[in-house]
């Protein structure tokens, strides 16, 4: 504390060897020093801003066998509890009505599906939305000092959106960006209880600024390519110059679908946190989201990790 005062009265008389910038640096350094507690796992993260912190992510987290939702719906084996005790703290999820006539938050469902003729989008299986959302409410509960993300395909209003927001009890604890401001830190989240950032892909969402347009706010690469080989690190959707961005990890099959049998060699640790070094090296700005489907295989939580590690993409401190 009292190098932290006499940096602030250094600033403040401009005495000789004295900048402002190295006073802010060797504050942030004090700061971290007398940190104590974790922010999303790890000390070093908390005054980092959000946009420079690596989030691991599930693309239909949703969409598990664990939540009756089963291929060729399913991305994912094990649910929410699972994915969060191992480390998941970013989530795709998709909202849909139950039914296709209804129009109402109390119907809003989440399922794994297009809209066809023939079959609903809930045909595979379907979670209800505010039972989910309020499993996430106590879940984070349990964490106090983990901020959180939600990435939502939306097919239902983003009146109903935030009806199941409200009705499980997250909607008080969502941020709003202002575009074009900095994003704060981890530990101001915190402290200002704003721990929820929560974007959408269905543009802007009148009269509620906290659920963020995706594509305005951030961007992603693309997604569902049909082998590693043809994954690139080019902005796919969204403003590339936007710092927030999700690297979408995952491949397709033949006919589109998520490819559980190529999961164990698409997850490998190697592969995808060599991936994440090219991509962060490309952009100069390290990946906000890995976002990975069949989570279990490989360990996407340890490459975010690692990621969150590294000073640069060239630090050559990596563990194996």
Request: glycine letters at 6%.
């Amino acid at each position: 504390m009292q190098r932290i005062l006499a940096l602030l009265l250094c600033g403040l008389m401009l005495l000789p060897g004295c900048t402002t910038d190295e006073m802010k640096e060797e504050i942030l350094e004090e700061e971290i020093e007398l940190e104590t507690e974790a922010c999303n796992g790890m000390v070093i993260l908390c005054h980092r801003t959000y946009d420079n912190v690596t989030f691991p992510e599930t693309h239909n987290g949703h969409a598990t066998h664990e939540d009756g939702i089963y291929y060729p719906a399913s991305n994912h084996r094990t649910g929410l509890n699972a994915q969060w005790n191992a480390g998941i703290r970013a989530f795709m999820i998709d909202t849909h009505y139950a039914t296709p006539n209804a129009d109402s938050g109390d119907a809003v469902r989440l399922c794994h599906g297009s809209n066809s003729d023939v079959y609903s989008p809930c045909y595979y299986g379907q979670v209800n939305a505010v039972d989910w959302l309020s499993d996430l409410k106590q879940l984070m509960d349990s964490k106090p000092r983990d901020v959180v993300t939600l990435l939502i395909e939306s097919h239902v209003s983003a009146e109903h959106v935030m009806y199941v927001l409200n009705q499980s009890n997250l909607s008080d604890w969502m941020f709003t960006h202002i575009l074009g401001e900095e994003w704060p830190t981890l530990i101001e989240l915190i402290e200002q209880d704003t721990r929820l950032v929560v974007f959408w892909e269905q543009g802007t969402a009148e009269s509620y600024p906290q659920i963020h347009d995706f594509v305005v706010h951030g961007w992603t690469t693309n997604y569902g390519e049909d082998s590693t080989d043809n994954m690139n690190c080019e902005v796919h959707r969204g403003d590339g110059n936007q710092p927030v961005w999700h690297m979408n990890h995952w491949v397709s099959n033949s006919i589109g679908l998520a490819d559980p049998t190529r999961s164990e060699q698409v997850n490998d640790y190697q592969l995808l946190l060599a991936r994440a070094i090219e991509c962060w090296e490309f952009h100069e700005n390290r990946p906000t989201f890995i976002a990975v489907d069949w989570w279990e295989d490989g360990d996407v939580v340890a490459v975010a990790e690692q990621i969150n590690l590294m000073e640069s993409w060239s630090n050559e401190e990596i563990s194996d």
